[in-house]
């Protein structure tokens, strides 16, 4: 069983395609602890409800969270899409966390349709955005995860993914100039790193038939680990 974890904004809704094709469940993250508890209880958490070897996938902000719950055990693969292993240095963090806060006062008090115009025309974005609708979300919960789960309080996961003793199937888009500038290496030999053409940060929805064929083929290679 895949469990799926989606980015900030995300619905369970946006896995139903993936669905259709794969055995999935979607978790909504905010079910598992709130962004207040921080990312180290969130993880906590999340462990307690997984059965054993499961197989962890996550999009942009839910692959930050599958790297947290690493620290609490080892799934049986990982599926990152998308996402940021870490900040190297403190003045990184400094100003992603002064953006960070920007963004979630910002998601307090402008109204939605001028938020997302601003959101989805940020430069990681480089396709028709997903639609989402005010009524769908509360917004001092999406303003809490942009201070609580921001970046900038996040480890650099970049040695420990790479010394991790299990598969992981690592996708960015080749339009996403930031992540897809960030080569990864990982030391199980099941491991895969993709950059999908004519992509950018938002794979699956973008390039559903190459993602759905890198995802089928990886879980393939590792069906023997059963």
Not at 101 to 126: C, P
Not at 141 to 149: D, E, K
Request: with cysteine; net charge positive.
């Amino acid at each position: 069983m895949i469990y799926a974890l989606p980015g900030f904004l995300g619905l369970p809704s946006d896995w139903s395609a993936l669905k259709k094709e794969l055995s999935l469940t979607s978790i909504d993250p905010y079910q598992i602890a709130q962004p207040e508890q921080g990312l180290h209880k969130w993880a906590q958490e999340f462990n307690k409800i997984l059965p054993k070897e499961p197989i962890l996938l996550g999009y942009s902000m839910g692959a930050r969270l599958c790297m947290h719950a690493l620290l609490e055990n080892f799934p049986k693969a990982l599926i990152l899409i998308s996402g940021n292993p870490g900040l190297k240095t403190q003045e990184e963090k400094k100003k992603r966390l002064e953006l960070d806060l920007i963004w979630a006062e910002r998601f307090q008090k402008e109204s939605w349709e001028t938020l997302m115009h601003s959101w989805n025309n940020r430069s990681v974005f480089s396709a028709a955005p997903l639609i989402r609708y005010e009524k769908d979300y509360c917004r001092n919960i999406l303003s809490s995860t942009l201070n609580h789960w921001s970046l900038a309080h996040q480890i650099d996961f970049s040695t420990i993914l790479e010394q991790t003793p299990i598969p992981i199937l690592w996708i960015t888009g080749k339009l996403d100039k930031a992540y897809s500038k960030k080569p990864m290496k990982f030391s199980h030999p099941l491991s895969q790193s993709w950059i999908v053409p004519s992509s950018g940060h938002r794979v699956p929805w973008e390039q559903p038939k190459a993602f759905l064929k890198i995802l089928q083929q990886f879980l393939k290679s590792i069906e023997a680990l059963e």
